[in-house]
């Protein structure tokens, strides 16, 4: 009994398999773009967190507080509808750690936020939002650029 033997030169089955895998990832990231109001939209949620604790009243405080959970909400619907995804997890660690530094900057910056209005400061809170702003745009443009490289294409 003799082995059969593929047409081409060794390895020619494999290559075009991650060829083909290659490709399907590139058309994936391109999928998963957000919309171009996504990241500002997402700014602004996130600011009205960060501004929260500057409102003059406990109920203006829990009011944006509740408006904001509910922007979210329909920020993450609006996104799986758009993309036909919902992204849950980091593609790989340069786009976790992006998510990461994110994250301890908003909570640093609610933290302040909370400690100038407590203390008396509000005047710095909008400062707090200003930046929270900033780093969610800033750090949401670089998230996606860097999540989508790491599925295997280059972001333009």
């Known amino acids: ?13 494999a290559r075009a398999a991650l060829s083909t895998l290659a490709a399907d ?3 994936l990231s391109e999928r998963l773009a957000p919309p171009w109001w996504y990241y500002p939209t997402l700014s602004l949620v996130t600011a009205a967190f960060v501004a929260s604790p500057g409102a003059a009243t406990p109920g203006a405080q829990s009011s944006l507080v509740a408006a904001a959970c ?3 909400v329909f920020l993450t619907e609006a996104y799986r509808r758009t993309t036909g995804f919902s992204v849950s997890r980091a593609a790989g660690m340069r786009s976790l750690v992006v998510a990461a530094v994110q994250g301890i900057l908003f909570l640093g910056l609610f933290v302040t936020s909370v400690v100038l209005a407590k203390t008396g400061h509000d005047d710095g809170v ?3 939002v200003v930046a929270a702003f900033v780093v969610m745009l800033g750090g949401g443009l670089l998230y996606e650029r860097v999540y989508r490289a790491e599925l295997g294409h280059v972001a333009r």
């Open 1 to 13: 009994m003799e082995n059969e033997s593929p047409a081409g030169p060794p390895g020619a089955d």
């Open 25 to 27: 990832r590139g058309r």
């Open 70 to 72: 509910v922007g979210l």
């Open 126 to 128: 909008p400062a707090c």
